[in-house]
């Protein structure tokens, strides 16, 4: 059974960082996709980075609203997937989930989900 179980959420100030973790059990690391994903308030929850791996490689994604400020990463050994998120805007604030998909890609659906973790960014 897939599980993943999001961390580091909180509380910063605009232009502050934050590193949200994502543990996940179930999954093989040499050949995984781990997403993030965002739900504002009275928004629809929306993909903002992935990350996936295959034949010893990584390739990451990120959507435009986050690229150069967010970055993910992963450390195979822990079972954990990262999002570095700097330079945060008070737009950045939202609920924070990871999810992974049945089809290790990051275009596939995505099957299994964590709980999700608050990101609060004060102006």
């Known amino acids: 059974e897939v599980q993943l179980v999001e961390s580091g959420g909180g509380l910063v100030q605009a232009g502050g960082s934050l590193r949200l973790s994502c543990v996940v059990s179930?999954?093989?690391?040499?050949?995984?996709?781990i997403g993030w994903f965002r739900q504002a308030p009275g928004k629809e929850r929306v993909a903002i980075s992935c990350?996936?791996?295959?034949?010893?490689?990584?390739?990451?994604y990120y959507a435009d609203s986050v690229k150069g400020r967010f970055t993910i990463s992963s450390d195979n050994a822990k079972n954990t997937v990262y999002l570095q998120m700097n330079s945060l805007k008070p737009e950045d604030t939202a609920v924070y989930y990871c999810?992974?998909?049945?089809?290790?890609?990051?275009?596939?659906?995505?099957?299994?989900w964590g709980q999700g973790t608050q990101v609060t960014v004060s102006s």
């Open positions: 990350i996936s791996a295959s034949d010893g490689s990584d390739d990451t």
């Open positions: 999810a992974a998909p049945r089809v290790s890609t990051c275009l596939s659906p995505y099957d299994y």
């Open positions: 179930g999954v093989t690391f040499d050949d995984y996709a």
